[in-house]
């Protein structure tokens, strides 16, 4: 699971809310030429972090729409608590003010997931989210299960930047020790996991996609792998996006250059859709993993709980080498995204009402059939919150489950789908 953060000071500090003030971009005149731009609040951030967002720029013409545009992008580096812009016109044109207020960025606290394999799990993170004010984020965490209390026990290092020495090079970089009982494949889990990712934008939306992992299961070996992909993301935001579409298609192989405990390849197809009608939001999703080839018991698929299906629990029983997973959400915006203050840390938060539909296929054969599909209904309600995206609590329920299923999730379903486990 990637970037992993404890929401514990927003859940404490909820009922001393100080809501800040709308943007003024609707004071300056469309059309008229921006003469000058200036930044205030970056007090740790630096100015080119927020410059390669903007569109509005010194000698064209003002865009309100542009700052709609820029605002979004500056809310998806999730830097800031919140993003305003004060025009000052004369006869000759505006000058711009974009007025930051900048997000805590060193967080000592308790650091928690949510995972099929092991549950809740609880430690202790110590993060920064903006290293040198260059938009790199750096954690340090070690978390424990809590059902047994120590039964499992995790220690994980995550570092990441949209960008490289300049370049557009959004790059992510995993190291986790895991030393546990993995109740779903029914082994002792004692592994090491590295990763990297690199990320290369071609131009707006359209990514290239690199990416190498090591892992090593003590009594079975390592499994290293190679993965290249192409990315198309054209969503209005990174974080609760509203408007458009998230394509990634990825090819990746296991066992590569050592394929003595698996060989296998996986072709991977993740689709997001999104669509605004007032404050409502249609989400239609689906992802995809075919895996021909050799593969040991502990890579194999399971589904159940608020990661994948939250009409079912995570249950050893089932599970599969290959699956598909659809789903068709619709969000209420309770409450937009607002800025608050605790204690003089600048946070935000919004609430979603959530309804939704989901099915799945899990199989081992060539090609499944409709003994291999499960579907669900689930409704609940998210909290937006900072680095977590937002926390998730749900109510599934299938008439194969048995009965409701309540399940708390962190990270929109869509990111947590893809590192259910871990």
């Known amino acids: 699971m990637k970037r992993i953060l404890s929401s514990l000071t927003f859940l404490l500090g909820i ?107 609880l430690g202790l993170a110590l993060a920064h989210l903006n290293v040198a004010g260059e938009d790199i984020r750096v954690e340090a965490q070690y978390r424990t299960s809590v059902s047994p209390l120590f039964d499992s026990k995790e220690f994980a290092i995550y570092a990441s930047s949209p960008w490289l020495l300049g370049l557009p090079l959004s790059w992510n970089f995993e190291l986790l020790r895991t030393d546990s009982w993995d109740d779903l494949r029914n082994f002792d889990d004692r592994s090491w996991y590295s990763h990297l990712e690199i990320g290369a934008r071609l131009w707006k939306d359209f990514s290239f996609l690199w990416a190498a992992s090591y892992r090593y299961v003590q009594k079975y070996g390592a499994v290293p792998d190679l993965g290249v992909g192409v990315l198309l993301d054209a969503r209005d935001s990174k974080v609760d996006p509203h408007l458009g579409a998230y394509e990634e298609f990825r090819v990746t192989r ?57 009409g079912f629990d995570p249950d050893s029983s089932i599970h599969g080498r290959h699956e598909a997973i659809w789903n068709v959400e619709e969000r209420f915006v309770l409450l937009e995204r607002h800025p608050f203050s605790v204690m003089g840390a600048n946070l935000f938060w919004g609430v979603q009402l959530v309804a939704g539909v989901e099915g799945s296929f899990l199989w081992d054969t060539q090609t499944p059939d409709w003994g291999d599909y499960r579907q669900s209904v689930y409704g609940g309600i998210h909290f937006i919150i900072p680095a977590l995206d937002r926390i998730r609590i749900e109510a599934g329920y299938s008439p194969d489950g048995g009965e409701i299923k309540v399940a708390v999730g962190l990270y929109d379903k869509n990111t947590s789908l893809r590192w259910r486990s871990r």
Not at 262 to 277: G, V
Not at 280 to 307: C, E, K
């Open 15 to 121: 009922g001393a809310v100080a809501f800040a003030g709308e943007s003024l971009a609707g004071t300056c005149t469309e059309g008229k030429p921006v003469q000058s731009i200036r930044f205030s609040g970056l007090d740790d951030t630096q100015p080119h972090v927020v410059e390669r967002e903007l569109l509005n720029a010194s000698g064209k013409p003002f865009s309100s729409e542009n700052f709609r545009i820029e605002k979004l992008n500056l809310e998806s580096l999730d830097l800031f608590s919140d993003i305003s812009l004060v025009c000052t016109e004369s006869a000759d044109g505006v000058e711009l003010e974009y007025r930051f207020t900048e997000l805590l960025h060193w967080i000592p606290s308790p650091a928690g997931k949510k995972t099929d394999q092991d549950g809740w799990m």
């Open 254 to 310: 296991y066992g590569a250059f050592y394929a003595d405990v698996e060989d296998y390849i996986e072709f991977l197809w993740d689709n997001r859709l999104y669509y605004p009608m007032g404050r409502f939001i249609t989400g239609v999703s689906s992802l995809l993993r075919y895996r021909p080839g050799t593969q040991m018991f502990f890579d194999r698929l399971h589904q159940g709980g608020a990661n994948t299906l939250r």
